[in-house]
């Protein structure tokens, strides 16, 4: 909301939110979108979008434009809804494929604000599309205000309300989703998602941003586009996260949503792959070039008799922990006294702990062995992060083995404790050790290529 | 120990084990050195190593050899020794760098058992020489059998023993000190030893094997002929991982004790720099390629005059936890309630755990404030590995800042683990706070470049 004085030169002169306008000031001239004010009480300031993604602010006092003109009508198209609005189709480009875009929070919802410096997240998700009027010419697109949630805070009953709103998009009509999320546990989410959601219509695209949209190296419109792009046309008809693929802002990569990890605290292509190639390469003009092996949407089924589900039960008392030198194996004790019914193990190597030590306070063997003889599922992965665990090469694993715990092939730990959660939260303890190390959602794949690697 | 049949025929023909030998069976010609027979009671059988790497084991019985030859005298130019031993200098090749092997156990002492088809670890590290005799016109070097340990049955008490045995072999004129080491747990050995040994008169080389010595893709006899190069004159007194740089078996990575991370759990080249560059590159022909930014010796200070020594001291009550979606951080008053004194967390992204969540069960704040207040050392890195952490990014970071978190920089979670044992170690509470997120081993860089990326 823009002060009394802005609003009402802006109101003078017919301009809107989201108008292109230019503005003479400082002795320059500004040409670019009318953003949305953010904060109301900071003065009296205009800001635009410019051309090259930096977002200025001109004052009315000592730097006022000695002139502002409209140049064009705001060219978004995108009809607006919130959680609690109805779901009614009100898409302007009627012909364009439905894209439900559902907004949860996170730096693509976030902005600097221009007093304190700090960030802050929108309170109205449909600022965002101000800012990125084009995707209007994509898709309809049909915008869900779920949250505004920092992505650390999200749990489980995150993911299951974000699972039944996927399957109520697809079966309203959407021909893809998009979910604006958080990219601290975005990987977690994806992976959820990928084991929650049964006979998806089309893609699941996941994105969000690892700079602010005021920035300029700001990267949430490109992976907005790129994400929108793929919902739109993509035919994969999974889960799947799509970030900048690198540093060019010349194409995102959409990654399966069980072989997805963030890699990286602040680089615009911190998604990569693990154990895995990426499924699809989508460039901002919209051209999608696709991996070798990736199952293509089945046209030959009819989609629109199929019913997209969400299996949404889930079991939070699961663990992961990390076994290394000195870690002490009573956290397996601690975690099934609490009641816990899984654990995961990010073991060394192969899927290693120490389990032939001659310091007996450090010997995981024992109580791997208790867990799992009263029913708790105890799963091993590495925390090598790239390849494959493997428990017939050495001894210590064959003992972890034969004391009840299951080898989890190349799963990555934290879709296996996603995995497990969900598992024991639909079926009994032994279905769930057998279901494991079995694959699923694309988390397990048979054969590692050698390209596989960093 | 061969059979006494095998026995009686090398010792009529005049042949020891390392001999160079033609032998005549299965209507082929074999060519290569005789190796140790592993097993005394598996029958009558004599193995040699053919010049491919592969060893094959020639049977006494229907496939008995029909002639058998000494063409060479085993070029083992090398002297021997075991902890129990003497020091005593019993260098062959005088002039040349004196080098201590410390043999640790692991797989590059591994052999697959010619029986059961299971690998065990060799309990003479003699016979790793006797494999690669070409280690003795590199340097002069001595073994010393200080364990045999599988490297994640490795505590910090293994640790202290390393390092005093390093610091012992410098005061007594070694010019660089190879570690074979198993590679589990060789990133948080490298780490403790980067802490704990001060005042190097030369490099520390530690390495090791991902394929057991007698595949034909073994890896160990390269990597350990690369080490002992760069032990013999390398100019960087450091602690460093020497492993395959790719997997091409041309080169050597000398990578930073406390930036290296082991990233595959099977390839030959899993060894990778974070948040680093390797230091060096050591080619199979001892050809050394510096990295721009390395400390070289200093050859103008008196190294004579030095004396290295190892600061031993460790608190082994530190964790390293996890935090992620639905983490309990009850797991906080656990280890305070254990007498734990410090924790390490491995946040999500820039450094955040669940502590602006609406579930109360999952948020993290109060227990991090109480811990940190109680005198434990919270200290928070990134689960992302690649990056730095950051509190004044985000609203959450700098709530778990102001509750009293230490946030790590560029640190590996597992480096700031070891870390923190070391520092609790030897110093009081407070100025291990203070000295966790300062540089002291090359452990925390000033500025990340672009290319420290996968």
Redesign the interface.
Known sequence: MYSEKVSSLLARKGIKIGDRIRLNARGSMFEGRLMPRPDAGSGDVIIIKLDNGYNVGIGMEGDAPVAIDKLQDSVITTSFSNASASRSAKNIAANSAKVELLYTGGTIGSKVDYVTG??YMLTKPEELMYEVPELGSIASINVRHLMS?????????E?QAIARNVADAFNCGARGVVITH????MH??SAALSFMLKDLKGPVVITGAQRSSDRGSSDGFMNLICSVHFAARGTIPEVGICMHGD?SDEYCNFIRGTKAR??????R??F?PVNSTPLARIGTDGSIAYSNDVTVQNNAKDIKDMKTTAKEAFE?K???????????P?IIR?YSG?GYRGIIIE?????????????KE?NWLENIKQAAGSGVVIGIT?Q???????SS????ARLMADAGAVYCEDMLP?VA?VKL?FLLGNYGSEEAAKLLPVNIAGEITKRSE?DW??
Request: net charge negative; glycine share 10%; aromatic share 12%.
């Open positions: 700090g960030v949630v920092a992505s650390e805070d999200i749990s489980y009953r993911w958080g990219t601290d546990t977690y989410t540093t963030k890699m990286h605290t602040s680089r292509d911190a990569r939070p699961v663990a992961l922990v990390k076994a290394h030198p000195d870690s002490d009573d601690y609490k073991g060394t190597g192969l899927g290693h702990a120490p389990v032939s030590t001659p310091h450090y590495s090598c992060l790239y390849g494959r665990v493997d090469v050495y001894r210590n934290e404790y959660g050698v690697f960093v």
